[in-house]
């Protein structure tokens, strides 16, 4: 039996909200990036493809900012997965010790952004932060640096707190995917005589893999949008060093006050998000 | 690789979390020149001086308030108007129920950051900028597509006939939602509770947006301002975080299961 018309009110209240506060605010963003407007001031003018064509053609700070955001993809998408997958490799079973060490490791993820923001400014702060201090304490002066107030090392220093930040999190969809695999092929590959390395090639491997793509493909998009946690710690500083996409839109609008120009920028970091989905999603099919 | 080097490692990250955690919790109890000489030593005296600080110079107790207001009120109505779509989609036409999803979750491809501009403008011009009723609005519209997203993957695996016994019966839509969709999808209800929880409570961008005035500050934009009003004064700032995080971590202790699950649930599907 059919549920009738009456189903249709139950839209009503979400549809709303989600049209006029997020629909239509996303299709603004489209209309305002072909414009001038400064958002104080209630005209503007139509200014076709210039704000786009300066982007691409003689913004160097959009190009550092997409530069710097792939650069903390790369790190964080190679060192969370890894770390990921090695732990939850170590602590598949379901014993007490890894059920408490999977709850430890998983613990930063609740924590806000500004929180873990604020732990690691003084971690890393270059003379009463704890690692200086114990880099000064194991004889390895050397290498205490000023971790986040120089711009050659800052965008890799906040992509590890990013790794710190969400290990646990990835860690939980491995154990998960790795939980899954038939004990049976572990015991046929003793069997026939394979090495941990060749098990690991050809039976966890393999299983594994739909994890692995799920959370190469969360890790990806979350990078791109670690606004919070690059905002907090420093506000894309120093000199743009940590400066990505979604810390440029909300400075090119609410410092420069350039609505317009920012919306173009917040277009094509639209489109670069949907194009890095859309290939993830197509591997992920292939492989399922 | 030997059992040796496979508990080193676990310990080494163990530590890697443990050692900032408790830098932070001791670090809430001391003054700033005993952190800065023993930053990782247990405090000498139990010295909750900070706390009443922390709560004397900043509206440290307004910031909780608002940050409980809005969590509460976003969560339930995220929950409540996305229970609703996703019962409706599960009983729609399959196709006109592919569109509704389909509407909903393209949502989740959109980052904050494409819309916060023109979403600033309307919230200026509907008058609701410094007020939580506004911040709540936002919460609301923008998690609807993944609660849409998890709770339709739940309710589609609930039996069609269920519904349709219960319609047969003479129970109009509201009924069916009443006693049989929503008491059958309590385990996706509270996994996507949770998931909506920390989010809502760390949010830190809308506020950021929205708000100016201290009255109607959250918790994450309040921590961000004691940045310039405390600068390097580690303890200070760790006693904000430490009343800030706490019912996440109370919490956390006593549902563990619960949110490692409804979190894993969000960010797979989000």
New interface residues.
């Given amino acids: 039996?059919?549920?009738?018309k009456?189903?249709?009110?139950?839209?009503i209240?979400?549809?709303i909200?989600?049209l006029?506060?997020?629909?239509?605010?996303?299709l603004?963003?489209l209309f305002?990036s072909f414009t001038n407007w400064d958002?104080l001031t209630a005209d503007f003018d139509f200014v076709g493809m210039a704000n786009y064509v300066e982007i691409f053609t003689k913004d160097s700070i959009f190009k550092k900012a997409f530069v710097n955001n792939l650069e903390f993809m790369l790190f964080v998408v190679i060192f969370q997965t890894l770390?990921s997958l090695?732990?939850a490799l170590?602590?598949t079973k379901n014993s007490t010790a890894s059920i408490f060490?999977?709850?430890?490791?998983?613990?930063?993820?609740?924590?806000?952004?500004?929180?873990v923001a604020?732990?690691?400014t003084?971690?890393y702060?270059p003379n009463?932060g704890?690692i200086n201090?114990l880099l000064d304490l194991a004889n390895l002066e050397f290498l205490t640096m000023n971790w986040i107030g120089d711009g050659d090392i800052a965008i890799y220093s906040i992509s590890a707190v990013q790794v710190?930040f969400h290990t646990?999190?990835m860690l939980?969809?491995f154990v998960?995917g790795l939980q899954g695999i038939p004990k049976d092929l572990y015991e046929v590959a003793k069997m026939e005589g394979a090495n941990k390395w060749q098990t690991f090639r050809k039976v966890t491997w393999p299983l594994v893999a739909p994890a692995a793509t799920?959370v190469v493909a969360?890790t990806t998009i979350q990078s791109?949008?670690a606004?919070?946690l690059i905002?907090?710690m420093t506000r894309g500083g120093p000199n743009y060093s940590t400066e990505i996409?979604?810390t440029l839109?909300?400075n090119t609008?609410?410092r420069s006050y350039r609505?317009g120009y920012?919306?173009a920028e917040?277009?094509i970091?639209?489109i670069v998000?949907?194009i890095i989905?859309f290939t993830q999603m197509r591997l992920l099919r292939s492989r399922a | 690789m030997d059992k040796l080097g496979k508990r080193t490692m676990l310990l080494v990250y163990a530590l890697i979390i443990i050692v900032p955690m408790l830098t932070v919790i001791f670090s809430t109890l001391k003054t700033t020149s005993e952190m800065y000489a023993n930053p990782i030593g247990l405090p000498e005296t139990l010295n909750i001086e900070n706390y009443i600080q922390i709560f004397n110079e900043t509206s440290m107790g307004t910031y909780f308030k608002n940050s409980v207001i809005v969590t509460i009120v976003s969560v339930f109505f995220t929950l409540f108007f996305a229970s609703l779509i996703a019962y409706a989609i599960t009983r729609m036409s399959p196709w006109k129920g592919g569109i509704v999803f389909g509407l909903f979750t393209i949502g989740m491809m959109v980052p904050a950051q494409v819309n916060m501009i023109p979403l600033y403008s309307l919230i200026y011009s509907l008058d609701l900028t410094n007020t939580l009723s506004g911040l709540m609005i936002v919460n609301i519209s923008v998690t609807l597509p993944v609660a849409v997203f998890i709770l339709t993957g739940f309710m589609k695996t609930i039996p069609k006939e269920l519904f349709e016994a219960c319609t047969i019966d003479g129970a109009n839509n509201w009924q069916v939602y009443r006693r049989i969709a929503i008491p059958l999808s309590l385990p996706s209800l509270s996994a996507t509770a949770i998931f909506l929880f920390v989010m809502h409570w760390n949010d830190l961008l809308y506020p950021l947006l929205f708000i100016t005035k201290d009255e109607y500050k959250t918790l994450p934009l309040a921590l961000l301002e004691f940045q310039g009003q405390y600068m390097t004064n580690y303890p200070m700032l760790f006693t904000g975080v430490m009343i800030a995080s706490a019912p996440m971590i109370i919490a956390y202790i006593f549902l563990q299961r619960y949110f490692i699950a409804g979190m894993t649930a969000g960010s797979v599907k989000g």
């Fill in positions: 039996m059919k549920a009738g009456s189903i249709y009110l139950f839209l209240p979400g549809l909200l989600y006029m506060f997020f629909i239509y605010p996303t603004s963003a305002y958002g770390f090695v732990f170590m602590l060490l999977r709850a430890l490791y998983f613990f930063p993820t609740i924590l806000s952004s500004v929180s604020f732990i690691w003084y971690m702060d009463l704890l201090k710190w646990g999190q939980i969809i998960a799920i969360y791109f949008k606004f919070d905002f907090a996409l979604a839109i909300y609008a609410f609505f920012a919306s917040s277009v970091f639209m998000i949907a989905t």
